[in-house]
């Protein structure tokens, strides 16, 4: 999804970058070629962003926030789902232990 959101902002112009833990993976380069835009790490994407959109994978979610460090003042767009592809098609996932609810909460020092 992050992928598709992307290339469209791109598309109309926006600067975007890819924000991953592993920047420099194949999927990930492939991903931010498409969109012709960089890949660098979630830390960076964060700190140089105005608006964030969160679109990790489902199972990636509990280290995320930590992964982005402060984020005050910023604009964050969470499109995460629960689903993931399979070799049957999509499956849904089960929410991560803390995530009460399906709920993943971001500390109160990222935010401030």
Do not use: W
């Amino acid at each position: 999804m992050g992928g598709a959101i992307g290339r469209r902002l791109t598309e109309l112009g926006e600067d975007v970058m890819f924000g991953s833990r592993e920047p420099q993976c194949d999927r990930v380069s492939e991903l931010a070629e498409r969109a012709s835009c960089p890949a660098i790490t979630i830390a960076e994407a964060a700190d140089r962003a105005e608006i964030i959109v969160l679109a990790t994978p489902y199972r990636a979610l509990r280290e995320t926030p930590d992964a982005m460090g402060p984020v005050a003042g910023k604009t964050i767009m969470d499109v995460t789902d629960a689903l993931e592809m399979g070799n049957e098609g999509l499956i849904e996932m089960a929410p991560p232990e803390s995530a009460g609810g399906g709920r993943v909460s971001c500390p109160a020092n990222h935010l401030e």
